[in-house]
């Protein structure tokens, strides 16, 4: 029975990834604007889902999953997107319908009346978004450009996307409070990565890939740390040999930046791993 809820809840899961990644392709597709920030902060809403479902699960003695369900990517035009996230919230919705008929625990069902109602709020907007941004005529602005600037910051994008997932899932996994606080807070800066590398992207013509690599799973908190610190301090190199390579200033302080962040992330783990080994 309890496995059978790990594997609802995995479900779920599965689809809140793959909301995330479809309504942020699309925001930052759509480059600045109202429209884009307010999907945005949809994706962030589903990002709270994601959080609540892997807590749950691991409650129940299970191991969120970090795979994601399919995209509706297709589509042409901003009108046509909007018409497949509406798609993706009708999953949702029927998903959950589904699951809280099939899940007894009253806490459990709570949760996923609460996720449900959001989905619902969520269609409704995106069907706003359907026609408005017919009116608007807004546009794809993502271009094709594949030089050495693009190929930098998509694999930055690529980074960045998989130490999210990487921290989120140490951050679930860890009986550590510490470690699980610092790794949900880290998650969110990588999160913050991703969208600034992602516009950069966009706005000088290129097309955002966001796909991941492999993510550590270590069972425990010491090794999980020495994954973190040593993926970190890779990245804070290899971001700081890309900031000499480019030309363009603004785009140089914005790998410096990011560089520098790394850098006090892979000193913070450090610690968190001394601390974790003077347990032990
Ligand atoms: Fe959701
Ligand atoms: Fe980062
Ligand atoms: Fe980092």
Known sequence: MKDNVIGLLNKDMEGEHAAIIQYLVHAYAMG????????????????RHFDWLAETIVGLGGTPTITRGEMRTGGETVPAWMANDVEAEEDAIAMYTEHLKAIQDPDIKRLLRRILSD????????????????????????????????????????????????YLLHSYMSRNDEVKEEMQDQAINEMQHLGWLSEELVSGGGTPRIEHTGVDRSKKTANMLRADIKIEKEVAAEYDRASREMDDPGLKRLLTRIRDHEIYHAELFTDLLREEEGKA
């Not at 884009?36 to 962030?44: G, H, L, N, P, S």
């Not at 807004?138 to 997932?165: F, P």
């Open 119 to 166: 989905e619902k709020s969520h269609r409704l907007s995106f069907q706003h978004f359907v026609s408005k941004a017919r009116k608007k005529g807004a546009g794809d602005l993502r271009g094709s450009r594949r030089d050495k600037t693009a190929e930098v910051l998509n694999w930055g994008i690529e980074h960045e996307y998989t130490v999210i997932l990487q």
């Open 32 to 47: 600045e604007g109202e429209m884009a920030c307010e999907i945005e902060a949809i994706a962030r809403e589903e990002m």
